[in-house]
């Protein structure tokens, strides 16, 4: 129950260095150990970051 109420409450800062180390190598567990995150909450960082931005071509 008290991992539903949880709300991810991460700083562009921190979004920006969890990307920055995943794509110097850290792993996902390794990244959440250097910040107050857990590993679902680093995995939705890099899935949001990685997937391609939503763009309409007409």
Do not use: W
């Amino acid at each position: 129950m008290y991992e539903d109420s949880h709300s991810f409450t991460v700083t562009a800062e921190q979004r920006s260095m969890v990307v920055y180390l995943s794509q110097a190598g850290f792993s996902e567990k390794e990244i959440s150990n250097c910040f107050t995150l857990n590993l679902t909450e680093v995995q939705a960082i890099l899935a949001e970051e990685n997937s391609p931005p939503n763009t309409d071509v007409a």
